[in-house]
């Protein structure tokens, strides 16, 4: 299994829809995760962290469930702008660390 | 927040030749920073991990003589790609961490080098 497995999508959603995605972690004892946002061709920019039960943020929700292994990213009345690919972040290897390992990354096109 | 510069941003170059890659840390003090590789379509993949003053730590499968990192102040990490190949052509990108570890593992990204090998 992989450390983090996202859908790749691309989702393709019109302006102002609620868009969710899903993320699956393998390791069991990470404590912290993160969403990263990607537009093409730049570096990724931290989206949110995910502490938790989950965080809010603006049009953004964050939600971990520990029991199941995954967390997601909700995001409400979506904007042209927030067409990128987000990138599902968990802490790489056993007992979590410094290092992160990150998702293949789920593309989101938001159109008019 | 934080930044991070990185440079080149991008550089083309033959088959054979060096490419040094700079990250720096330029409002913070960073005593680790990672250097990864995105190739088309794909995520990011670790590199190595960079401690200010000691050796890096390579991931799997990543050769520590092809791709030398020197971390030689908590503001600067160099990575140099020794005789480079078309199939080393990618995406490089650093980030930098400030902090000693614990619960907030925050990187901060550069901008990333963009290196094509002819």
């Known amino acids: 299994r992989k450390e983090v497995e996202q859908d790749p999508g691309p989702f393709n959603v019109p302006e102002g829809a609620t868009v969710a995605f899903n993320c699956t972690y393998s390791?069991?004892?990470?404590?912290?995760f993160f969403w990263y946002r990607q537009d093409c061709r730049k570096e990724p920019k931290l989206l949110m962290s995910?502490?938790?039960s989950g965080n809010e943020d603006g049009r953004f929700t964050a939600q971990l469930n520990r029991a199941s292994q995954y967390i997601s990213l909700l995001i409400r009345d979506s904007k042209l702008s927030d067409s990128a690919t987000y990138l599902c972040?968990?802490?790489?290897?056993?007992?979590?660390?410094?290092?992160?390992?990150f998702g293949t990354g789920t593309q989101l096109k938001v159109e008019l | 927040g934080a930044v991070v510069s990185q440079h080149p941003s991008w550089v083309i170059c033959k088959s054979g030749t060096s490419v040094k890659i700079e990250c720096r840390s330029l409002?913070?003090?960073?005593?680790?920073m990672f250097w990864y590789r995105q190739f088309p379509k794909q995520s990011l993949m670790l590199m190595a991990t960079?401690?200010?003053?000691?050796?890096?730590?390579?991931e799997q499968g990543v050769e520590k003589d092809k791709f030398l990192i020197n971390h030689a102040s908590l503001t600067l990490s160099t990575l140099t790609v020794t005789s480079a190949h078309p199939e080393d052509s990618s995406f490089y990108i650093c980030s930098a961490r400030a902090g000693r570890g614990g619960r907030n593992n925050e990187q901060f990204f550069g901008p990333g080098t963009r290196l094509t090998v002819l």
């Open positions: 390791n069991s004892a990470s404590q912290s």
């Open positions: 960079s401690n200010e003053g000691s050796k890096a730590t390579y």
């Open positions: 409002d913070f003090q960073a005593t680790t």
């Open positions: 995910v502490y938790s």
């Open positions: 972040v968990a802490p790489k290897g056993a007992g979590g660390g410094n290092k992160l390992t």
